[in-house]
């Protein structure tokens, strides 16, 4: 339904996009992810036929952007990042407005409302002001507007930017009840709402495809599996042969819990997690296919160590997205490109992600720091026009192409922790 093949985009000197090719098929439900800046409005813009790419071909529903702009545009219903709404229309006007501009006959337009204001969840607002609604009622005038002309094909940027939780659970509720009987492209950069949403998904960053997949595929990508392991730090466990016979008498320093757990063989990576002060948390990784739960049991009895917990988690498709995407923030923020071994090669971003991901733990705290201001950047639902993206450049990663490639699970070696 939806074929890019080695898309480019520039904008002056500034590469937006870099042969970005997919493909979404009929029914599809597909996550558009990247961070701000990624591309994912450029890539909607040229498939809906509002800017021209300037390398390589777009199909919709078969028909090529560049050939027949018209006809691409009766099979998608589009829904802007920021929506194309009129405040001093009632709902109800501006729905029948955008009919009128589809060229939808009075009657067609009365019987599709019904449906529209069902699966939007319009009933109570179609006779009040768009500019008294709040924002998730906007967004879903927004999604009432692309779907007023029956669309077999939506594409949605960023629908859920800038709503409280429960507008965006809402919303959200609203794409999947749409996305039964559709094909959907959604971008975002909130995962949980891929999760929830969407069964595929396409990572984008810096204008290239980095990953692109069934989501339990991406999420695997990174080839680890994470273990969290608590070993009280004040006492034994006086049941032990150890304790017993002796040989251990004295609580383990979190050097000599490290050492070991680092010592058992599929261990790639150990690093201590900050706890409260009776204990030793650790947090391990190893390959994807094993277990390593047993060997850390049998070390903890062989040592007679007390152990308050142990898990083991499959990495997130966050964790994934991070490693994938944060050579763009890195870069952002100026840090030494080669200062140490981990930002070298997180700088590749795409190129480096599963060596990235062995330390994408470590940014969690200045990476929400940096959702919060991305989120901040998008207010402004307000603006009434398609303006071909010039009020977007918000400065996350123009200008700086460093030129990584794009084979991202190369390096999937874990490395201790270098911060
Ligand atoms: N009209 C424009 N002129 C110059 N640069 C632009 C324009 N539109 C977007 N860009 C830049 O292109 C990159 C991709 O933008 P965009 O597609 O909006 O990303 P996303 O939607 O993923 O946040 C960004 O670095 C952005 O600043
Ligand atoms: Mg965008």
Redesign the pocket.
Known sequence: MIEAKGLSKL??P?R?LDKVSFQVKRGEVVGFL??????????MRILTCFISATGGTAKVHGVDVFDDPLEVRRKIGYLP?RAPLYGEMTVWDYLQFTSDMRGLDPSTFKSRMKRIVEVCGLAKVLGKDIRQLSHGYRQRVGLGQALVHDPPILIL?EPTSDLDPNEKAEVIRYIQEIGKDRTVLL?THNLAEVEAACARAII?SK?RVVADGPLSDIRAKSGTVRYLVTIHEQKLYEGSEAYRAGSTRRPPSSDEVSEALGALPGVQRVRELPTDDKAHAFELSGALGGDLREAIFQLVVQKGWLLLEMRRESQTLEDVFKALTRGDERADRGRPLLAEDDDAAAVGGAAAGAAALASAADEDEDEDEDEDEDEADEGDDDAAEEN???D???G???NDDDGDDDDADDDAKGKKDGR
Request: glycine share 24%.
């Open positions: 904008y002056g500034f937006a990247g961070p701000n800046g990624a591309g994912k409005s450029t890539t990042q940027d971008s984008v204008g071909g993206g010039d977007e450049s918000d996350d990663d123009e």
